[in-house]
C-alpha cells in the first residue's frame, strides 16, 4: 500500500502569511504513459465535508481561488497558500489515487 | 447541482450489521464511480470502498474485506453499504463521495454517523 505522509501536522499562521505544506508518498504517483501525478488535495474546514481543491497534484478545480498552488512530482508534493485568508483556517488533506486510494494524515491550520 | 445525502447511519452493537445508503441527484448517477470514506472522531480521513460506474467492480481497504459490501442501484441513483461484523474502530461519520473517470473524489456529501458501542 502506498503511504502517505504530511508534515507539518499543525500550522499557525496570521492572514497574509504565506504558507506551505508538504505531502510525501511511499512511492512515485507519476504515471510513465501520461506523465500525470496522481496526487490530489482537499480542504476540510470545522464541522464540514472534505472539498476538493487541486487534482493532478496542480490542477485546481473551478472556482478555487488562485492563491491555492499545488506543485511536485513523483514522491514529494507540495500545497502553497500565497497569502492566507481566515476562511482558509482548515484541514488539508493530500491523497494519491494512483493505486487504489490513500489519504494523508493532515495538516492544520490555525490562527497565530 | 449535485447533491449527495447519506442516511442510515446511528448506534449498532458491537458484531451487528448496519446499512448505509446515499441518494445521488443533479448528475448522472450511472455514468460514474463512486465512493466511501470515514473520519473517525478527530482523526483523519480514511478511504473504505470504491464501486464502478456499472457496479461490475468493487475495491475494500483490507480491515473491511469480508465485513463490508459497496453496492448500488443506477435506476434510484443509489449507493448502499452493507456494514457486517461492527467493530469499535469502525466508528466514524461515513462520507458518499463521488469519483471522476480518473478516480479523485469531486464531490462529498454531507457525512453520517455511525457509533458502535455496547
Known amino acids: 500500500d502506498i503511504v502517505m505522509t504530511q508534515t507539518p501536522s499543525s500550522q499557525a499562521v496570521s492572514a497574509g502569511e504565506k504558507v506551505t505544506m508538504s505531502c510525501k508518498s511511499s512511492q512515485s504517483l507519476l504515471y510513465s504513459e501520461n506523465k500525470k501525478n496522481y496526487l490530489a488535495w482537499y480542504q476540510q474546514k470545522p464541522g464540514q465535508s472534505p472539498k476538493l481543491l487541486i487534482s493532478?497534484?496542480?490542477t485546481r478545480e473551478s472556482g478555487v481561488p488562485d492563491r491555492f498552488i499545488g506543485s511536485g512530482s513523483g514522491t514529494d508534493f507540495t500545497l502553497t497558500i500565497s497569502s492566507v485568508q481566515a476562511e482558509d483556517l482548515a484541514v488539508y488533506y493530500c491523497?494519491?489515487?494512483?493505486?487504489?486510494?490513500?489519504f494523508g494524515g493532515g495538516t492544520k491550520l490555525e490562527l497565530k | 447541482e449535485v447533491q449527495l445525502v447519506e442516511s442510515g447511519g446511528g448506534l449498532v452493537q458491537p458484531g451487528r450489521s448496519m446499512k448505509l445508503s446515499c441518494a445521488a441527484s443533479g448528475f448522472t448517477f450511472s455514468n460514474y464511480g463512486m465512493a466511501w470514506v470515514r473520519q473517525a472522531p478527530t482523526k483523519g480521513l480514511e478511504w473504505v470502498a470504491t464501486i464502478s460506474y456499472d457496479g461490475s467492480s468493487t475495491y475494500y481497504r483490507d480491515s473491511v474485506k469480508g465485513r463490508f459490501t459497496i453496492s448500488r442501484d443506477n435506476a434510484k441513483s443509489t449507493l448502499y453499504l452493507q456494514m457486517n461484523s461492527l467493530r469499535s474502530e469502525d466508528t466514524a461519520t461515513y462520507y458518499c463521495t463521488r469519483a471522476t473517470y480518473n478516480n479523485y473524489f469531486d464531490y462529498w456529501g454531507q457525512g453520517v454517523m455511525v457509533t458502535v458501542s455496547s
Open positions: 493532478w497534484a496542480s
Open positions: 491523497e494519491q489515487y494512483y493505486d487504489t486510494w490513500t
